[in-house]
C-alpha cells in the first residue's frame, strides 16, 4: 500500500489556548474538518514541512514548533503518517487566511474539538487531545521528543553488526564491495556488483526478526505496529527487486552475529558470495 507522509500543525492561541482547525473545501471528504498542513516534500524535514505548509495556506509565521503525536491510519487506497506539531503564531504574524481549499477556519476551545466532523485519521489524536491537560500535553510531547531521539539513534550504515560482517568479509578475501550501493534495489548494506550479491545487515528490532522475535513497544503500540509493517513490507519488496533481477539477496540479522552464531552464519554467507561469483572469485 503507498505511504504518504505528511505534517500537521497545531497552533494555539496564546490568549485562551483555543486551537485553530480547518473545514475541507475539496474532494470526497469535503466538510470534514482538519488541522492544516500538507506533504513531506524529499529533502524535509516533518518540521520544515509543517513550517513551510502553515506559510502557504495560511500566510502566518509560527514558532515554537513541537513533535507531539504521529497518527497511523489506513485509508482505503494509502497508508497516512502524519506528524503533527504543536506551535503558536510567531509576534510579528498575520492572522491566519482561509484559502479557496477550505469552506471554514476557526479557532475552537480543546475540549470542544471531539464536537466537530473530523476526518478519519484524526478522530483519535483529537480525543487525546481535547483530553490533556496540561501535564498530559506535556506528556504527550515528551514522548514524542524521546520517541524520535530513539529512532534518531538507529544509524543506517557502520553499525557494530555491520562492521563485523564486513571484518569477515575481509579475512576471506572477499573485498571490492560497495557500501549502501543504490543502485541496486533495497540500498543493501553491503554490494559485491560483479558477482551480483546483495547483503542485508539488519537490526532485529526495527526489521522485525524471525529468529528472535523482538518485543512490541507498549506505548503508542498502533504507532509502532505500522511504522514495523512499514519496515518489513520495504525489505520484502528490495528482496523481490533484486530476485527479479538477477542479484543473490542475503540476509543476516542482528541476533545471528553473537559470539555462539557469528562462525557458523558467516561461514554460510561467505559461500554464498563465493558460488554467486564463479570464475570472478576474489
Known amino acids: 500500500m503507498k505511504v504518504v507522509h505528511v505534517a ?36 524535509e524535514s516533518a518540521q520544515e514541512t509543517c513550517a513551510r505548509e502553515l506559510a502557504e495556506e495560511l500566510k502566518v509565521t509560527v514558532t515554537d514548533l513541537r513533535a507531539c503525536y504521529t497518527v497511523e491510519h489506513d485509508y482505503d487506497d494509502f497508508h497516512l503518517s502524519m506528524e503533527c506539531f504543536l506551535c503558536e503564531l ?25 464536537k466537530l466532523d473530523w476526518m478519519p485519521a484524526d478522530v483519535e489524536f483529537v480525543g487525546r487531545l ?54 541496486a534495489p533495497g540500498r543493501p548494506d553491503i554490494a559485491f556488483p560483479g558477482r551480483k550479491v546483495a547483503i542485508f545487515v539488519n537490526g532485529c528490532f526495527w526489521h522485525r526478526c524471525p529468529h528472535c ?51 557458523q552464519t558467516m561461514d554460510t554467507v561467505i559461500n554464498m558470495v563465493r558460488a554467486a561469483g564463479g570464475a570472478k572469485r576474489a
Open 90 to 114: 510567531a509576534d510579528d504574524s498575520p492572522q491566519p487566511e482561509r484559502n479557496d481549499n477550505q469552506q471554514d477556519l476557526r479557532w475552537v476551545a480543546r475540549e470542544a474539538l471531539p
Open 213 to 263: 522475535h523482538p518485543s512490541m513497544p507498549k506505548r503508542n503500540t498502533a504507532f509502532w505496529e505500522a511504522k514495523f509493517a512499514r519496515n518489513v513490507a520495504r525489505d520484502q519488496a528490495a528482496l523481490a527487486a533484486l530476485d527479479e533481477q538477477g542479484w543473490t539477496a542475503i540476509t543476516i540479522w542482528e541476533c545471528q552475529l553473537k559470539k555462539d552464531k557469528i562462525d
Open 8 to 43: 500537521a500543525g497545531v497552533i494555539r492561541r496564546a490568549s485562551d489556548g483555543h486551537v485553530l482547525v480547518a473545514q475541507r473545501g475539496y474532494g470526497s471528504m469535503a466538510g470534514l474538518w482538519e488541522f492544516p498542513g500538507g506533504k513531506v516534500e524529499r529533502g
Open 130 to 183: 481535547a483530553t490533556a491537560d496540561a501535564d498530559a500535553l506535556e506528556g504527550m510531547i515528551k514522548r514524542r521528543h524521546d520517541s524520535r531521539h530513539s529512532m534518531q539513534g538507529n544509524k543506517r550504515a557502520d553499525t557494530k553488526p555491520e562492521m563485523l560482517v564486513r571484518r569477515r568479509l575481509r579475512a576471506a578475501g572477499l573485498t571490492g564491495y560497495r557500501l549502501q550501493w543504490k543502485k
